[in-house]
């Protein structure tokens, strides 16, 4: 069974930075991709950004491009999601999920998922 435990959220300015965490457990990763999603009160879940483990293409949302960076630890079976010049529209939990499908954006082609963390900026 996949176990993917997020950390790092918290309580940031507008202009400011935070970095996610998410610890995959209990498979191999290599044909898998990470995913990052998030949701805001009363709104769909949305994609933010996707590494595939396996050589380490990327895929952005628009809405992030040039703001946030993903990142992986091939030992740890760990991505990052580093996010600077956050704003308070980027208010939301934050989902880390897997999918089997290259560079997927879409939450139902992801198998397995998250806790989700908080991450709120203030304006």
């Known amino acids: 069974q996949v176990q993917l435990i997020e950390s790092g959220g918290g309580l940031v300015q507008a202009g400011g930075s935070l970095r996610l965490s998410c610890a995959a457990s209990g498979r191999t990763l290599s044909s898998y991709t990470m995913g990052w999603f998030r949701q805001a009160p009363g709104k769909e879940r949305k994609f933010v950004v996707a590494i595939r483990w396996s050589g380490g293409s990327t895929y952005y949302a628009d809405s992030v491009k040039g703001r946030f960076t993903i990142s992986r630890d091939n030992a740890k079976n760990t991505v990052y999601l580093q996010m600077n010049s956050l704003k308070p529209e980027d208010t939301a939990v934050y989902y880390c999920?897997?999918?089997?499908?290259?560079?997927?954006?879409?939450?139902?082609?992801?198998?397995?998922w998250g806790q989700g963390t908080q991450v709120t900026v203030s304006s």
């Open positions: 999920a897997l999918s089997r499908h290259i560079g997927s954006r879409w939450s139902q082609e992801y198998d397995y």
